[in-house]
């Protein structure tokens, strides 16, 4: 089992939203409702906070953006949900390229011819 930490980058690896892994209530009671939508697969999401969930040190994570609401209540999303984000592994770098200066567009106009001489300003 992953340890979870704020700040940490995670994705979804169940998004079976059809009931809760481990029931914290009686479901009659008060519906789950998702106010920001489900989870999904593919996006990455950042962890804000972490709560241990029993004394087995089993966690529960508070994701940016994406609440689980029981009754009147935020709660964690399970963290058996999620798997941590491996930077070096699933993104590779993106090309960047240099922004060179546009090539000018307007001809150059020709010098006037320059008489042959002018008096010199002091």
Same mark, same amino acid.
């Given at each position: 089992m992953e340890t979870f930490a704020p700040g940490d980058r995670v994705v979804a690896i169940n998004t079976d939203m059809s009931g809760p892994i481990h029931p914290d209530g009686d479901r009659s009671r008060h519906p789950f409702l998702f106010p920001d939508g489900p989870l999904?697969? !593919? &996006? &990455?999401? #950042? &962890?804000?906070?972490?709560?241990?969930?029993?004394? *087995? /040190? #089993?966690? /529960?994570?508070?994701?940016? /953006?994406?609440? &689980?609401? =029981? *009754?009147?209540?935020?709660? %964690? =999303? !399970?963290?058996?949900?999620?798997?941590?984000v491996d930077t070096l592994r699933d993104h590779a770098p993106?090309? $960047? $390229? $240099?922004?060179? %200066?546009? %090539?000018?567009?307007?001809?150059?106009p020709a010098m006037p011819p320059t008489p042959a001489r002018l008096p010199a300003f002091h």
């Open positions: 999904r697969k !593919d &996006v &990455v999401y #950042h &962890v804000e906070a972490v709560r241990c969930l029993n004394s *087995g /040190g #089993h966690q /529960g994570l508070f994701i940016t /953006g994406l609440r &689980v609401t =029981w *009754g009147n209540q935020d709660i %964690p =999303w !399970d963290a058996s949900r999620f798997r941590k993106k090309k $960047r $390229r $240099r922004k060179q %200066p546009a %090539p000018s567009k307007q001809p150059v």
